[in-house]
């Protein structure tokens, strides 16, 4: 048995649980804790400064069913963001668990558990924490990544799509220029990780990027945001502010959602633009900036310039070079590939043990409408690695299938085999797996494939099934 070490605490009502865990665990850990609610729960962190928190969803409280622990899991996070918080749920609370996950939980447990998955997830758990707080001598080795998974940050996927390859082509081309870009294309599409490859393949990657969702700064702040004020320049400017303009001074600065400004903030913009300087509110004095602009919206700018609801001058001031990203449906032959990619992300992070995709996952998910992009394919696939059910041994990873995707073939256009152009073998793997997988039950496994029941019994009669 590996060695003791770390100490984690048990929130949870229930006193047999405790008893039981009380039993079970000081055979991991150096020292364990436990108490029934989360009303002593700050001063507990703060006396017993315990590596993980194992957190039950749901108390004896007039609080909605599982609240209160996505609520005790952000507070402990805020107040310790270095303590991992591992949720206790009931399997009728998973939905809540994930959305945990996602605010920062690293794990969840159901009820009643399995003792070896649970010291699993509780030891890396705690490994992570203590590696995190410096509590391990291993913690100067750990390696960054620098990709965040949730995020769907990292270095950009190009694919092999012939899209994609003619953008690869013009990033190549304008990275090492200081050329104003302006990259357009709908949600999900990649824009803001297409202008931090950008930026990583620049002249100025040493320098900071600075990225700025225009469309969510409010009127009234929108020039302290960008350009910065003036110690007493309105009430509560108590101190200098730099805006990000000069923040991202010698990098890139990105400004996303650039369509959303309003009109008339939109010269004050062109102005700093022109004559890359800014004077802050409040203040006289000229600060020259030097950046490199990079710009985003989902709209259509040069309708929008139609309309008169974007200033034309402006336009063509951000357009120096214009990418359109294109749709995930455009893009086909990448679906997969970014899939497997999301999986290894996400089991890892998650540590599930997923290895890639069945053919009948890949079919779904070709033949999917994607309207959410790849932001939409990022969520399905981290569900489904999060929810994926273990194999017969905790060591084996397992291929996730088009049942573990929850993707409704009925609602897709030209979905299933009716529409995926599937051919020979490929297709005989596919309805026998569907088959084998619904257990005999064809009504079952033509859903599966997005066919109707005659079309499935041909397809069994061709097949010899």
Known sequence: MASKKGKILIVDDNLGIRQALKILLPMHFEEVEAIPSPSTLVSTLERFRPD???????????????????????????????????????????????????????????????????????????????????????????KKTGSDPERGEGTMFWGTSKPMAAIKRTVDKIASTDATVLITGENGTGKDVLAREIHALSLRSGNPMVAVDAGAITETLFESELFGHVKGAFTDAHTDHVGKFEQADGGTLFLDEIGNIPLHLQAKLLRVIQNRSVVRVGGSKAIPVNIRLICATNMDLAE???????????????NTVHIVLPPLRERKEDIVPLAERFIGQFAEKYHRPVAGLDDSAKLALENARWSGNIRELQNVMEKAVILSEPSATLSEAKNL???????????????????????????????????????????????????????MYAKMKKYGL
């Open 52 to 142: 993980v928190v194992l957190l039950d969803m749901n108390f004896n409280t007039s609080i909605n069913t599982g609240n209160e622990g996505l609520y005790w899991a952000g507070e402990i996070k805020k107040m310790v963001p270095e303590v991992e918080v591992v949720l206790f749920t009931a399997y009728a609370d998973i939905q809540l668990a994930v959305e945990g996950m996602k605010r920062g939980a690293f794990d969840f447990i159901v009820k009643p558990w399995d003792n070896e998955k649970l010291v699993a997830t509780l030891t890396a758990a705690r490994d992570k924490a203590r590696k995190a707080m410096g509590r391990d001598s291993s913690a100067s080795n750990l």
């Open 401 to 455: 299938t088009a049942k573990d995707l929850e993707i409704d073939f009925s609602t897709q256009p030209g979905s299933g085999l009716n529409g995926a152009g599937i051919r020979g073998e490929a297709e005989e793997s596919l309805v026998r797996e569907a088959v084998e997988r619904c257990n005999g039950n064809i009504s079952a496994a033509a859903k599966m494939l997005g066919i109707s029941r005659p079309t």
């Open 304 to 318: 929008l310039v139609r309309e008169g609801r974007f200033r034309e001058d402006l336009y063509y001031r951000i």
